[in-house]
């Protein structure tokens, strides 16, 4: 197997908007410092945003909201699970980084008078700013290119480097000519995504999900292996949003007067239905599916709503509705149930991170997705795109290089790549992949319990072993997908033990359990999981959530 | 029709085999676009990158 070996000051795991972001940012502070870039496959539209975005989902406007309010909302969506200091330290930058988005020339509208349009979008408070941005990744792109960043376009990461309990680098997997590239580093900054494509898609598409598919829980599982902490593994996510095709409309709609109806007509969720209203409706009163109706708007709000969707997000959309006949002047649009998906920026799911986005290894940090920074949308993979960058060159100052031998890693990934191509294997990884999304919906979807759970630990690690040995390798591509499927089987585990560590019901029908169906004062913490003395042994523990913001009194208008 | 639909325009560059962020599109031996993975995101950067508007990617079939 080729291999070959670059250096570079901060490798970025993942090119979408935290790794961007942060790249962007390295350079801002040291046109000197050396950044690569690790992209999956290609990074001009990469990620979970491959074009343009709706919102700013979290910024602290002045005279509408202060960062201690957020935090009030935060606690209340999350139960009180929720390190404080981070999602503190996110908010009260949230103003200055649309400050400098608007600089770079992304869109934010005002009206006459000059304000922003800003939303209500959590429990209490309005935090979500319009943005009518259609070209947020290239304005990025475009950015981190100009500053000279190294892009390492097609290249999966495999494994980390980690030299005597420090993240030295990583092995790369090129995903279209199976090569190896060893990279070595002196601080990592993983910002791949969460795990898009986990339980099975009711649509029977494996890659239609909420986000983008391409991430498997990589960052998640390089982190686990290297070490770190990580969190909210047991917060297994659905969302209610358009149905089959999962694209977001809820608040872009509500928010101009369209209501939300059950299958009798009823209006659901007052003034602002939450996932948890929906849920309520469509599996508990089997009132499904929702609707949205926004015939009864004058024409300029559908106009509104139609240039937001199909100029801003995903312009390919329109044809969606077009081919089922959906004019929303004279026709509901119908929501259901996305598939499951472990998440740190629409979830809690992540790699524990401080204020400086330091994961609890050293040198290895963590943003956007890959991070727990609960629930911290758009907003949070910036804010800590950046601060992964301010500490990442803070951090290595005081690195000359680091000697981590790559030849282990390397052995294994050949040797497993071998074991692959030389079998005779006799299923193919698409198949292979639907058996451990099918396993993992059969065994993790709430409501969970502990005869469950267990048998999806006991399935998985059998799978995990079975993978290399049953699946038909041809291709690299199916080389390429054998690694992604490895990585949602190890989320898959660490999922299955946090849930059955969190002996509660919290989140709604995240983690609902039915054999312990209230929820515990004595939960109110964080479940962290961490590799203890190999990969297959999962530590788990409580831990109190920082509350140094709420503490400090800080609470008020 | 289904999949990423590719008009006479096409002149073989493989723009969009490069830049498609899941790494489903190959070119064919007369250098023509396909969709070779039922994995496509519908993401768009294809047909809005094709330097000579050859192509329109379509909802796949499972999902409109």
């Not at chain 1, 390919?316 to 149930?337: A, M, S």
């Not at chain 1, 990934?413 to 451990?436: A, D, H, L, R, W």
Request: net charge negative; glycine share 8%; aromatic share 8%.
């Amino acid at each position: 197997m080729k291999v070959s070996y670059m250096e570079t000051d901060v490798l970025i795991i993942g090119g979408g908007s935290a790794g961007s972001m942060a790249a962007i940012r390295l350079k801002e502070l040291n046109r000197d410092q050396k950044v690569t870039i690790f992209e999956k496959a290609n990074i001009k539209f990469s990620g979970s945003i491959p074009r343009g975005m709706d919102a700013l989902n979290i910024v602290t406007v002045p005279g509408i909201n202060t960062a201690e309010d957020y935090i009030e909302a935060q606690n209340i969506a999350c139960e009180g699970v929720l390190d404080e200091a981070p999602s503190y330290v996110m908010a009260k930058r949230s103003w200055e980084l649309m400050k400098e988005l608007q600089s770079w020339g992304v869109f934010f509208p005002t009206d006459k008078a000059g304000n922003y349009e800003v939303l209500k979008t959590t429990p209490k408070g309005r935090f979500t700013v319009t943005m009518r941005e259609p070209n947020l990744k290239t304005i990025l792109h475009d950015r981190f290119t100009k500053l000279g960043c190294t892009v390492v376009n097609h290249t999966m990461a495999l494994q980390l480097l980690v030299d005597n309990g420090h993240v030295a680098g990583a092995v790369g997997f090129n995903i279209r000519t199976g090569e190896l590239i060893v990279c070595h580093a002196k601080a990592v900054i993983l910002s791949a995504g969460g795990t898009a494509r986990f339980g099975l898609p009711e649509n029977g598409y494996l890659y239609g999900n909420y986000d983008c598919p391409a991430n498997t829980g990589d960052a998640y599982s390089l982190a686990y292996r290297a070490g770190a902490e990580l969190t909210g593994l047991e917060y297994t996510l659905r969302y209610y949003i358009v149905k089959d095709i999962n694209c977001p409309l809820l608040y872009i709609t509500l928010t101009r007067g369209a209501k939300l109806l059950n299958a009798i007509g009823e209006e659901v969720g007052g003034d602002h239905p939450g996932i948890k209203n929906m849920f309520d409706e469509h599996y508990d009163k089997g009132l499904g599916y929702l609707r949205i109706r926004m015939s009864h708007l004058p024409v300029e709000k559908i106009e509104a709503v139609e240039d937001i969707l199909f100029s801003t997000e995903k312009p390919v959309l329109q044809r969606y509705f077009e081919g089922k006949g959906v004019n929303f002047r004279n026709r509901d649009i119908e929501l259901g149930p996305t598939d499951m998906y472990l998440c740190g920026g629409h979830g809690i799911t992540g790699v524990v991170v401080d204020t400086g986005a330091a994961s609890t290894v050293p040198g290895l940090y963590a943003a956007g997705d890959s991070a727990n920074v609960n629930r911290g949308h758009l907003t949070g993979a910036f804010v800590f795109g950046q601060l992964a960058a301010e500490s990442a060159t803070e951090y290595i100052k005081g690195i000359s290089s680091r000697q981590c031998d790559p030849a282990p890693y390397i052995a294994e990934i050949t040797e497993k790549c071998q074991v692959m191509e030389e079998n005779q294997g006799f299923v193919s990884i698409e198949e292979f992949e639907y058996k451990t999304r099918r396993t993992i919906t059969d065994y993790l979807t709430p409501p969970k319990n502990e005869y469950k759970l267990s048998r999806a630990v006991e399935i998985m690690r059998e799978m995990k072993k079975a993978l290399p040995r049953h699946v038909k390798v041809s291709r690299t591509h199916d080389l390429w997908k054998a690694f992604e499927v490895e990585n949602i089987i190890d989320c898959a585990i660490l999922s299955a033990t946090a849930s059955m560590e969190r002996k509660e019901s919290r989140w709604g029908y995240w983690h609902h359990r039915a054999d312990y169906p209230k929820t515990d004062p004595a939960y109110t913490k964080l479940l962290i999981v961490k590799r203890g003395s190999c990969d297959d042994d999962v530590t788990t523990r409580l831990r109190e959530p920082d509350k140094s913001i709420s503490l400090k009194g800080g609470n008020q208008q | 029709m289904y999949g990423l639909e590719v008009n006479s325009n096409c002149f073989g560059c493989g723009i969009c085999e490069e830049i498609c962020p899941m790494d489903c599109i190959r070119t064919d031996a007369e250098e023509k676009p396909y969709l070779a993975f039922d994995e496509c995101w519908y993401c768009g950067a294809c047909e809005k990158e094709c330097p000579a508007g050859a192509l329109k990617i379509q909802i796949p079939f499972l999902i409109c």
